[in-house]
């Protein structure tokens, strides 16, 4: 089992950055790829960037092309996985989840407790 903890929300201004992080704990050998999620009021979750953790290809999704940036860490315990979010808008606004999938999943299984990013015009 792979635990996941997010940190680094808050409240910014359109415009504004803010750089969020995720630190995986446990059976983090059974992990493939990590990718932060969000799910904005009203609104379905949906999959805003992912990484690989073998060779680090990176894939983001139309609406934060060009503004986030995923990257990723790791020592002896624990992985790491971080957003940088740059020129953000009020539609950023949303629940971000830090996810995890498990080499063999078809799917991501694993999610962290969610960090609230609320972006103010």
């Known amino acids: 089992q792979v635990r996941l903890v997010e940190s680094g929300g808050g409240s910014v201004q359109a415009g504004g950055s803010l750089k969020l992080s995720c630190a995986a704990s446990g059976n983090t050998y059974t992990v493939c790829e990590m990718g932060w999620y969000r799910q904005a009021p009203w609104k379905e979750r949906e999959l805003g960037s992912s990484?690989?953790?073998?060779?680090?290809?990176?894939?983001?999704a139309d609406s934060v092309t060009g503004r986030f940036t995923i990257s990723q860490d790791k020592d002896d315990s624990r992985l790491y996985i971080y957003l940088q979010m740059n020129s953000l808008k009020t539609e950023d606004t949303a629940v971000y989840y830090c996810?995890?999938?498990?080499?063999?999943?078809?799917?991501?299984?694993?999610w962290g407790q969610g960090t609230q990013v609320t972006v103010s015009s």
């Open positions: 996810a995890a999938r498990r080499c063999g999943a078809t799917a991501f299984d694993g």
């Open positions: 990484i690989r953790r073998d060779d680090a290809t990176t894939n983001y």
